[in-house]
């Protein structure tokens, strides 16, 4: 039995630093080439290249954990020292830095083995180590090639013939980062800094009561739960007759506390005193939307950032012995009741497909005097006219539209720049106090 089989478990383990069976994972294969959520279960496989590779393997071993392909199955890779390609001594250097790769000519006659030579390999069951080494000693212009062509012909004979799997654990920063990576459009573009920076200005601290408009696939939801812990509430504000999907919120890998704080209401519960019980449609579309939930994981994140044609079913992946505790359950009378009198803490916008002032001068009546509001947009101009109109009507002061600005470096020995490829652009807030505004008096007739 190996160190990762004696420490896996049905339930969460007291130490949510290692991985339990039915937890949320984010795997990145090769780094950054791939990145696959998957729910860990002793039937989850992951396609790499052709073939399908089980997932049991990682069950028990602590997020962080980094495993290769040994054969047909993933084997977890021990920390080893790793080789420093930078020569340190001045003769070495010298001799590198006349070294180029000028002279080298790709005519694919460089490599001594031929692709049946490789084959024959690993029918013998050479590791993809051993083939890699294989490879390095029959090219002709290996040695002839800098210290970094090397390590980027080593990487790249890595990437094909021992493909490394990294198993990150999703909390906020990584899976904001792996949406917006790969498909930005569902999560409303909004970036990792301007998510931070959304929940700073909103103040959103412990034992905080939060209302939320999340429309960006439950993102927004899942951070401020992260943030406020065991403590304070979450109400994911329904503004139609049907609430927006939660499914990203299932991720975050939560405990029973944090889901029971993890709510939804309907704004018609507050604005009138007298409705005892949501809509007949409203309450339908909730329960339809929690009873889709059990799956709709499976579904959400076998369709994210896959890129091969023949990846298992969802149903195959995610059996339904394994439900997880489903954030999202509509708040009770007294809660509301009690939000009436106090008001929120803080409000938190992010709705791309809405009018943000619309959304605005509904739900910021209902925090509490002096509570700070954000509110994300992905352009400009709604949050301009946003602001103008709370202005006029007197409904907060301090107000600031920020545009965040995020610049990625690559850092590397005698090579660091920015990246080529990053983001230009994050969005902007609009951030505010809520006022006291008393009524207009009336004319005397």
């Keep these: 039995m190996s160190l990762c089989d004696s420490h896996s478990s049905s339930s969460p383990p007291k130490d949510n630093r290692i991985a339990w069976e039915g937890c949320s994972v984010l795997l990145d294969v090769n780094d950054g080439d791939r990145l696959v959520f998957a729910r860990l279960t002793s039937a989850s496989t992951l396609k790499i290249g052709k073939k399908n590779y089980s997932l049991l393997p990682l069950i028990g071993c602590p997020f962080g954990s980094e495993f290769q392909v040994d054969g047909s199955k993933l084997s977890r890779a021990l920390p080893s020292a790793e080789v420093d390609n930078v020569q340190t001594n001045g003769d070495s250097e010298l001799r590198d830095e006349i070294r ?63 493909p490394k799997v990294l198993m990150r654990r999703p909390f906020t920063r990584s899976i904001c980062e792996a949406y917006f990576l790969k498909y930005p459009d569902r999560i409303g573009h909004l970036r990792v800094d301007t998510l931070s920076l959304l929940l700073s200005l909103a103040n959103v601290s412990t034992n905080s009561d939060v209302v939320v408009v999340d429309m960006v696939g439950g993102l927004l939801t899942g951070a401020v739960a992260e943030r406020l812990g065991s403590s304070g509430y979450v109400c994911n504000m329904i503004l139609g007759k049907k609430p927006h999907t939660m499914d990203i919120v299932r991720m975050f890998n939560f405990s029973d506390d944090v889901c029971q704080r993890t709510l939804r209401s309907s704004l018609e519960d507050f604005s009138s005193a007298e409705d005892d019980t949501f809509d007949e449609l409203t309450r339908e579309s909730c329960e339809t939307d929690t009873i889709a939930d059990v799956s709709c994981l499976s579904t959400i994140n076998d369709s994210i950032m896959k890129e091969d044609s023949g990846a298992p079913s969802p149903d195959k992946q995610v059996p339904r012995a394994c439900k997880s505790t489903k954030a999202g359950n509509n708040a009770s009378k007294e809660l509301i009741e009690s939000w009436k009198k106090n008001g929120f803490s803080s409000l938190v916008i992010a709705a791309p497909e809405r009018d943000p002032w619309i959304i605005a001068k509904d739900l910021l009546p209902l925090t509490a005097y002096s509570a700070p509001f954000a509110i994300y947009f992905q352009y400009l101009q709604p949050l301009a006219n946003c602001m103008h109109n709370l202005q006029v009507e007197k409904m907060a002061i301090g107000l600031q539209i920020t545009e965040p600005w995020l610049r990625e470096y690559q850092v590397l020995p005698s090579r660091t720049h920015p990246c080529m490829q990053m983001s230009a652009f994050g969005g902007y807030i609009l951030s505010g106090t809520r006022i006291f505004s008393p009524p207009l008096p009336t004319p005397e007739s």
Excluded: C, P
Aim: glycine share 6%; hydrophobic share 30%; charged share 35%.
């Design 100 to 162: 180029d790769n000028r002279e080298i000519v790709d005519n694919n006659k460089a490599q001594g083995l031929s692709g049946e030579d490789i084959e024959v390999l690993r029918s013998q069951g050479v590791t993809g180590n051993e083939i890699i080494e294989a490879l390095i000693a029959n090219s002709a212009t290996f040695e002839k090639k800098t210290a970094f062509s090397q390590e980027k012909y080593r990487l790249k004979k890595q990437k094909k013939y021992a």
